[in-house]
DNA sequence: GTATACTTTAATCAAGATTTACATTTAAAC
DNA sequence: GTTTAAATGTAAATCTTGATTAAAGTATAC
C-alpha cells in the first residue's frame, strides 16, 4: 500500500491521523518539524507527503519549497481556516491539494487517494513525460526529440521538465525562476528568457525547425502538443 | 532486537539507563570513556551509538568526529541543557538526534526507536544495494561491478554508499559532506570533487568506460540506473 | 624513523549560469 | 494608424561552479 509521511509538529493530532490512516490501509510515518521531514522526504520512499502549514521553527511552506528543490513528490498541505492566501501562495509553490484544519478524517482519506491516483494517471509509463514527439526522461534527466537525444544542461532541463509535466497549460515566468532556479524573480533578471531561447535553439536544431515553446505575452510560457 | 552502545562517563547513570532500555528490550552494551568507544564501535556490529557530549578526556564532540571517519553508524546524543551551539555543532558533525540530559527514559527510547525505523527505512533490501550492474555492500563495505571487486579507500566508499542509497535522486555536495567528510561544506572546499573524480575513474576502468555518477549543475549528484 | 596509502589543498581548464546590451515585439493609449 | 512603455529574444561578456591533475599535508603500518 502507499507510503505517507505526516509532518505535524502536533504529536497528539499527528498520531491521532496515523492510527487512523494505518486502518485505512496506508503505511505512516510522522516527523514532528520541517527539517526532520525533508530528511525523511530524501531518505525514504514515500509516495506522499502531508504537510502542515503552522509549525514552529521552519514553517510548513519553507519545508514544501526545499521539498521541491529535491523532489516532486505529491504534497497536501494542512492548513488553518479560511488561510486563503496561504493557500495561493502554497499551490504556486507547487502543493498539491489542501485540507482545512481541523479535518474530518474521512475527506483527508478521500483526498489522498485522489491526488495518488492522478498522479499515476498523470505518469502512464516510468518517468517518461511524452509530449508529441518530445520525451522527457525525469529518471535520467535526459531529453529527446523521436528517440534523438539533445543535450540539455541542468538548468535547462529542468525548465523543459516543468513545462512539460504542465504541457498544455501556462506556467508562469515567476513559477518557472521558483521551480528551476530556486529564486524568486526579480526585476530585469533575464535568466528565465535566455535559458528558454537555448531551449528553443536546441529543440528546433533537433527537429528541423519545430518551435514547441509558445509565449504568452505577460502570462507566461506553454509547452503545446502538436 | 537492536544492540545499542552506551559511551557515558557517569557509571551510576549509564547502569539506570542500560537497566531500563534493556527492559525495553534492546541489547545493551556500556562504555565510560570515548576512545573505548570507539574501539568499539569499529569492533562490535551496534545498530546505534548513545554518545555523552560531556566527558572527561576524549569529549563526545571529538569521539563523534572519530566515528564517523570509519561508520555511518546512528548517533545519539546526550546533551546538557540548552547547549545549542554544541547541538548545531553535531548535527553538522553528523549526529543523528539529541536528547538533553537528565532525561526522561521514555523520551530516549522514543528518539531511538525514531532513528532506527528511518535508518532501516534507508535500507530496504538486505545490505547489499544494487544499481544496475554496480553492487555495494555497506556490510563488508566492498564494491563491484557486475562481480568484479573495486578497490575503495574509506571515504570514497562512503560517497559512493550514499549515492547507491539514494540512486535515482539527487544529493547535494553539503550532504554529501555532512555524511561522507562529517563536516559542513566550506568555500573553496574541493575534496568532495576530487573524490568524486577518484570513484569515476575505478568505475570506468572497471566498467569499460562507464559513468554512472550525473552531475546536476549547482544542485547535487545523482547516481543513475542504466 | 621511513615508507606507504590516503586525504586535502592548490592550480588550471572547461562548462554552465547570469548579466549586459541592444534589437524586436506586444498591447494599450492616444 | 501612430506612439509609447513595457516585455521578450538573443548574442556576447562576465562570473560561478565543476573536473582533473599534481603537489602538499596526515595518518598509518612496518
Redesign the interface.
Known amino acids: 500500500m502507499s507510503k505517507l509521511l505526516l509532518i505535524d509538529d502536533d504529536v497528539e493530532l499527528a498520531n491521532m491521523l496515523k492510527e487512523f490512516l494505518t486502518q485505512e490501509g496506508f503505511t505512516v510515518?510522522t516527523a514532528h518539524d520541517g527539517l526532520t521531514g525533508e530528511?525523511?522526504v530524501?531518505?525514504?520512499?514515500f509516495d506522499l507527503v502531508i504537510l502542515d502549514v503552522m509549525m514552529p521553527g521552519q514553517d510548513g511552506m519553507q519545508t514544501l519549497r526545499n521539498i521541491r528543490?529535491?523532489?516532486d513528490i505529491p504534497v497536501l498541505m494542512l492548513t488553518a481556516k479560511d488561510d486563503n492566501e496561504g493557500r495561493i501562495e502554497g499551490l504556486e509553490d507547487g502543493a498539491d491539494d489542501y485540507v482545512q484544519k481541523p479535518c474530518l478524517p474521512r475527506e483527508l482519506v478521500a483526498r489522498i487517494r485522489a491526488i495518488l491516483r492522478r498522479q499515476t494517471a498523470d505518469m502512464p509509463k516510468g518517468n517518461d513525460i511524452v509530449v508529441g514527439q518530445l520525451v522527457v526522461s525525469s529518471?535520467?534527466?535526459k531529453v529527446f526529440w523521436a528517440d534523438k537525444p539533445i543535450v540539455f544542461?541542468?538548468?535547462e532541463f529542468s525548465l523543459i521538465e516543468i513545462l512539460a509535466k504542465h504541457a498544455g497549460t501556462i506556467v508562469s515566468k515567476e513559477d518557472l525562476s521558483i521551480k528551476a532556479l530556486g529564486r524568486p524573480l526579480v526585476k530585469y533578471d533575464r535568466s528565465i528568457d535566455v535559458h528558454l531561447s537555448s531551449i528553443r535553439q536546441k529543440i528546433s536544431d533537433a527537429s528541423g525547425g519545430v518551435n514547441v515553446i509558445q509565449t504568452i505575452y505577460r502570462v507566461g510560457y506553454q509547452l503545446v502538443r502538436e
Chains 1, 2 share one sequence.
Open positions: 510515518t530528511q525523511y530524501l531518505a525514504g520512499k528543490q529535491h523532489s529518471e535520467r534527466r544542461t541542468s538548468t
